[in-house]
């Protein structure tokens, strides 16, 4: 009986700690990483891409444009749990080819909408920067505006 009461209080104490889970660290995309919903090559697409790392997956989720990455977070991933979102940093990416080390956390970010500017789909995109002045001036250049993580989840692009 001892023992059972011991194991109950085990459980106890485990059942009220909260267990950190480690958030991984942006990949980089390889050659075999592919748009979720497009299926294709994400090298075959310009302008910046995303990726979502899924609770109880090992591959990462790759998407074309930051338009998909949030289309998939506001749809599937409604219902998933997300570990960590990334998108690349349009102040610091190339608009052809985002280069290696410019992913930031989307959910820190700060989002470019309703621009002129087209992402990989040839559709207007939801266009990710961590420096809030340089999403004020890529606005001044291609209209939109400048909204956070949460304001591109309640509307609809």
């Avoid at 194991?7 to 700690?17: E, F, S, V």
């Avoid at 994400?42 to 609770?55: D, F, I, N, Y």
């Avoid at 998108?87 to 959910?107: E, L, Y």
């Amino acid at each position: 009986m001892k023992g059972f009461l011991w194991i109950l209080a085990l459980l106890a104490l485990t059942a009220c700690g909260k267990v950190e889970e480690k958030i991984p660290a942006p990949l980089e995309p390889t050659a075999a990483a592919k748009g979720f919903y497009c299926g294709m090559a994400l090298t075959e697409h310009s302008g910046p891409k995303g990726q979502l790392h899924v609770a109880g997956e090992k591959e990462v989720l790759w998407f074309s444009s930051v338009r998909d990455a949030f289309a998939y977070l506001k749809n599937e991933g409604a219902t998933r749990r997300i570990v960590a979102f990334y998108v690349n940093d349009m102040g610091r990416a190339n608009w052809d080819h985002p280069q290696p080390g410019t992913w930031i956390p989307g959910r820190e970010a700060r989002y470019l909408v309703a621009s002129d500017k087209n992402g990989g789909m040839g559709v207007p995109e939801i266009i990710p920067f961590a420096d809030p002045a340089t999403a004020q001036e890529w606005q001044s250049k291609h209209g939109g505006r400048v909204v956070s993580h949460d304001e591109v989840m309640r509307e609809n692009h």
